[in-house]
């Protein structure tokens, strides 16, 4: 049987330096953490490359928390490795260095048994590594994320993954920017259209806006006053509102309102730790309290003004 | 018998050109714009000043929504003039001109009824002032806003403000610098615990937020495809949110939030037009509509995940 989930995405190590400290060659990457945060919902496997220096206890860990890592190449070289630090302002990362290693030659490698599965995750990575997954994997429902370096370097192949995928998960200021509009309703709008796809907007504190059509839904961030590293939450908010919608199956609007709140508790949980150390021993039970607290968060008396 | 509101504010001629369009020595200021938003749920008064060139009809407009204007006086000279643009991103307004004019040396003068009145909101405007009438006044429930200006120049009297408040509404940059923290939870946090404040926090097209003790509440921004002219915003959500809370009397947090979806749909409003455009003609229909339309863009399913 096909799995639920697969995600396209980077397994990486990390050197991370924040005002509350600095680690070197953590386990990083958007498929890892979209993996691990759609662990809580189902089983999922990864499509990625690893270096000869990519330490085996990291795999096991993956894997002890449900994840196939048949998709994951171990190639000549060293891991893709990511330098970056945040300084006053946890919202924004400044990028130190980029080493991308075996990542540069990377061809995806998709196991057989990954082939026509429910649901497919393109992280953000080359445009044209997202087509070739896309038509390799044939899954039921697919989506994908990006980054300003794809929508100035191939924004045509990017419109074609529009194009074909059912959804779009990237963030204000990667919509803003391919929409060339700092609108960020309209900019929602613009991508639903593209192929009428489900739309999800991450805006990091602010939460997460979703479009399609006449359909539309906003999530608050959770409120976390001790934010440690942010890095890998967009991933884990993907990671957690799909891994969610592919334990139930559907890809309704009233399902992914749902999911996205999963996601975001998830990526609430991330940001308070380095690496994967804020969400890796986090139970069932610290899913439910953060999704009910959301609840409270944002519920008003509906009676008339 | 004492107004349930009274507002300190300005009352200014503006100048603000968008991509949308310009207007010219149009009406504006905080006071006007908060009285306007809150006319929708009550009587209210206003303490300002207007110079001599101010036209009679934009007070008699002001009268005509319930709005007493007998703490508006006119003194000699030119009245209060903004002048702002507001380019690709309508966001963030670029301050072209600032003529103080009667401004310089207001003194409020505030009428015998205003004494004693429920709820009174301090406009940004300099601390000394919002002091001032704070003692004149002796409302039961004071809230107060502020900008970056006085953060800078007289923070010791904008401390003396919060702590005798009992409400503070800023806008998240603000919120940020005085608290000197970029986390606005944690900002958000500490306004609270200057005087035990109820605090909202202003974030423009991402809504606001509400802390008060281990209170926390997230409203969204009203979607507006269409931003014509932000101007007033902020204080428009004000003059709804303070406007709606007199109405009912209660100053609970459980209020207050409700509160909050009033002020953010009237804020919608105001960003459709230029100067009062957008929201002087609006019906408690179209208040209803849009409150509905609130409950509707946070609702999601809240069985278990």
Known sequence: M???LVSLGTVALDTVETPFGRVENALGGSGTYFSLAASFFTKSGIVSVIGEDFPEEHLKFLQG??????????AEGKTFHWEGRYEHDMNAAETLKTDLNVLAAFKPKVPKDYQGCKYLFLANIDPTLQLEVLDEVKAEVSLCDTMNYWIESKKDELTQVFER???????????REYCGTPNLIK???MLSDIGDSKVIIKKGEHGALFFHQDDFFAAPGYPIPNVVDPTGAGDSFAGGTIGHLAKHGSFKTEDIKKSIVCGSVIASYVCEGFSTNGVKDKTQEDIQKRYDDFRQLVAFDHTPP
Chains 1, 2 share one sequence.
């Open 187 to 189: 900019a929602g709008r």
């Open 165 to 175: 995928v059912e959804g779009i998960i990237i963030n204000d200021g990667e919509a």
């Open 65 to 74: 928390k449900g994840v196939d890592t048949s998709g994951v190449e171990r």
């Open 2 to 4: 096909a799995l639920p």
